[in-house]
């Protein structure tokens, strides 16, 4: 039985990428309290397919429920790509109508028509994303005139969760798939890092790419999108608690999990382990 009472926002990732969202969530609205759940131990999801993504996406998003968030957020972009629209049309319904699931490729994409002048966008991001096509989509659903090339960095993660993101030997992967992209298209003037690990190596990117160029990183977007969203749902909003109190829960080992988040974070966290 669900709990009727206020909780905690839940934010989910396969991973610790979705702390970059986390984090800029919790600075714009830090009056409410946040659980964290990264599914670690079954990370990377990009590479998964659409029905195992799905499938291990419920399990976390029930679990959040359980602990009795009214909200999760799916700071995944392959999460939101493969598994959202499905939960929130099948699934919601049946086990929590009264709950709510939201992604962040569609506020990100909102986000396109203001900035692009030359209608022509690069999407940076996994295996997983670029394959489901789902930027594409989205963007061809509000914005038709706009052209979109992806491309897959498969790379970029790794370095990120290897604290290489600095080194001198991640230029190499950076600037091989920028100048591929740019390749393909050089009328781009737009680049969205559809990956939530990206914006860690935004200082990297801007090394390779015209400063005409605008780089969309996804958490100060998807924390505006949040506050908006509470704002126009105060029956969502209403229960969701204001303590703030953040809680962070990972399927892999808590010291291993609370030393690379804070790489993202910046400071130190503690975790508790979790099975899905």
């Given amino acids: 039985m669900l709990s009727p009472t206020p909780g905690a926002i839940g934010i989910f990732d396969s991973g610790y990428g979705g702390l970059t969202i986390f984090e800029k969530i919790a600075r714009l609205l830090p009056e409410y309290d946040y659980i964290y759940l990264g599914d670690n131990a079954r990370a990377p999801y990009g590479t998964r397919s659409f029905d195992v993504v799905y499938e291990f996406t419920l399990q976390s998003v029930e679990k959040l429920f359980e602990m009795g968030c009214h909200l999760v957020i799916l700071a995944c972009n392959t999460a939101s790509a493969k598994a959202l629209r499905t939960i929130q049309q099948k699934d919601l319904p049946h086990i929590a109508p009264n709950r709510r699931v939201l992604g962040i ?55 990120v969760e290897n604290n290489e993101y600095e080194t001198a030997g991640a230029d190499f992967f950076i600037k091989k798939n920028i100048d591929h992209l740019l390749k393909n298209d050089s009328q781009i003037d737009t680049l969205i890092l559809a990956c939530t690990h990206f914006p860690l190596l935004l200082n990297k990117i801007k090394q390779f790419v015209s400063p005409n160029i605008n780089i969309i990183s996804q958490g100060e977007i998807v924390a505006e999108s949040l506050k908006q969203y509470l704002q126009v749902h105060p029956e969502i909003e ?22 690379s988040a804070s790489v993202f974070l910046k400071h130190a966290v503690s975790a508790k382990r979790i099975a899905l």
């Fill in 238 to 259: 209403q229960k969701c608690s204001k303590n703030g109190k953040r809680t962070f829960y990972t399927t892999e080992e808590k010291q291993k999990f609370a030393e």
């Fill in 105 to 159: 490729i569609r506020p990100t994409v909102e986000m396109l028509d203001g900035l692009t002048k030359s209608k022509h966008v690069g999407i940076l991001g996994t295996v997983g994303t670029i394959q489901s096509n789902s930027y594409a989509l989205e963007i061809q659903k509000l914005f038709p005139e706009i052209k979109v090339v992806g491309e897959a960095c498969p790379m970029w993660v790794p370095l």
